[in-house]
């Protein structure tokens, strides 16, 4: 049977309350909340509540969950006020720089941002 959630994944135990975090939105789908350590005035990482380790394991019926976490991001860009643009960042895998394995997206804004990435 398929695993919905890891009881040893950081980003579960945030969806189930057991670490605090600072929650923005949150809908039967995924949730939002603030990046511990802020890379730009607004960095929110926008989730699944179902537990998947990264975009690369996302299986083929993910694809209106991934619709939902990109619409999900535009949706707070616009209630964080982010007129001006902003960058939405998914790391995956060790070259992508993915650090918790449950998929994220980043949404960064506030700054101008560089290009290329580091
Ligand atoms: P990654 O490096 O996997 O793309 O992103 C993981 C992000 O999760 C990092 O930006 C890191 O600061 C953030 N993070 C890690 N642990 C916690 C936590 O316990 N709470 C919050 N709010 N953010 C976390
Ligand atoms: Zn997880």
Redesign the pocket.
């Known amino acids: 049977m398929k695993r919905m959630t890891d009881a040893h994944c950081?980003f579960c135990r945030?969806v189930a309350g057991e670490?605090p975090?600072?929650r923005v939105f949150e809908d039967e789908h995924c949730l939002a909340?603030?990046?511990?350590?802020p890379?730009a005035p607004v960095?929110l990482?926008v989730i699944p509540k179902e537990h998947i380790a990264s975009h690369a394991h996302a299986a083929a019926d993910h694809t209106p969950l991934l619709g939902h976490l990109m619409a999900a991001v535009a949706s707070l860009a616009r209630s964080e006020r982010l007129d001006r643009g902003y960058r939405v960042?998914g790391?995956t895998g060790p070259d992508g720089?993915?650090?918790?394995d449950h998929l994220?997206l980043?949404l960064l804004g506030g700054r101008a941002m560089g290009w290329p990435p580091g």
Not at 33 to 37: I, K
Not at 97 to 100: A, E, H, L
């Open positions: 950081i945030i670490i975090a600072e909340f603030r990046d511990l350590h890379q960095h990482l960042v790391n720089g993915q650090t918790v994220h980043h």
